[in-house]
């Protein structure tokens, strides 16, 4: 379920979004104002961000920049009045993905919102739950039953590489490429090595994997 944080001060329009959002099968939190907006799409995980331009305390603008600026790369959608025009193409250049012009019809808003949602990160959610485990990419985090699990750079990368790609084989050397990065001097086994890591993490029963599958001849594909 993809986690929506709408940031709006007017509760008509925030209260009508939330609704609007909710029975499309969203999770939404409301923020009224742009510090509290700009603390909670930092402290929590977020697949979309709906930014409105005219907040109390800081400005859609600056919540935008302090998004950023910590690394996040949230897709946010800017909600605009018509007379800012000049200012939407500051938005952008801010690191929003899209903006929307108040007054807005609610259809429009979710065709957009959906646009945003597919071009983002190939429709992998910022948190992807398997069994009793997380996978959250917006914190580089794995937990396991709601705990953080211990777990190198390298394993991170490796799981989020096998969650972007659930369902299809991936060579060792896809997951070298994708993980190592290419050109790196690591062998097949360095692959396997890790993938044994990673399942005494992740496996409800390590030595019978029933995610982090091995496919004889080919790699791995991850059933999650
Ligand atoms: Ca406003």
């Given at each position: 379920?993809?986690?929506?944080?709408?940031?709006?001060?007017?509760?008509?329009?925030?209260?009508?979004?939330?609704?609007?959002?909710?029975?499309?099968?969203?999770?939404?939190?409301?923020?009224?104002?742009?510090?509290?907006?700009?603390?909670?799409?930092?402290?929590?995980?977020?697949?979309?961000?709906?930014?409105?331009?005219?907040?109390?305390?800081?400005?859609?603008?600056?919540?935008c920049r302090t998004i950023r600026r910590a690394g996040l790369r949230t897709p946010i959608i800017l909600l605009t009045a018509k007379t800012q025009e000049a200012e939407k193409v500051l938005g952008l250049e801010l690191g929003a993905d899209d903006y929307v012009t108040k007054p807005f019809s609610p259809r429009e808003l979710r065709a957009r919102i959906k646009a945003v949602l597919r071009r983002s990160a190939d429709h992998t959610p910022a948190v992807y739950r398997f069994g009793d485990v997380e996978v959250d990419s917006t914190r580089g985090q794995l937990r396991r039953a709601g705990r953080p699990l211990e777990t190198t750079p390298l394993e991170?990368?490796?799981?989020?590489?096998?969650?972007?790609?659930?369902g299809r084989v991936l060579s060792r050397e896809q997951l070298l490429?994708?993980?190592?990065?290419?050109?790196?001097?690591?062998?097949?086994?360095?692959?396997?090595?890790?993938?044994?890591?990673?399942?005494?993490?992740?496996?409800?029963?390590?030595?019978?994997p029933?995610?982090?599958?091995?496919?004889?001849?080919?790699?791995?594909?991850f059933d999650g």
């Open positions: 379920m993809y986690r929506i944080l709408i940031v709006e001060d007017e509760p008509d329009i925030a209260f009508g979004l939330e609704d609007d959002l909710k029975v499309e099968g969203y999770q939404v939190e409301i923020a009224g104002d742009g510090t509290t907006a700009a603390r909670r799409a930092l402290e929590d995980s977020w697949d979309l961000i709906l930014l409105d331009v005219m907040l109390p305390q800081k400005d859609g603008f600056e919540v991170f990368q490796l799981m989020a590489v096998f969650v972007r790609n659930r490429a994708a993980a190592w990065g290419q050109g790196v001097n690591v062998t097949d086994r360095v692959v396997d090595h890790h993938i044994v890591n990673l399942r005494r993490k992740i496996e409800p029963l390590p030595e019978e029933r995610y982090l599958i091995c496919v004889r001849g080919m790699g791995y594909r």
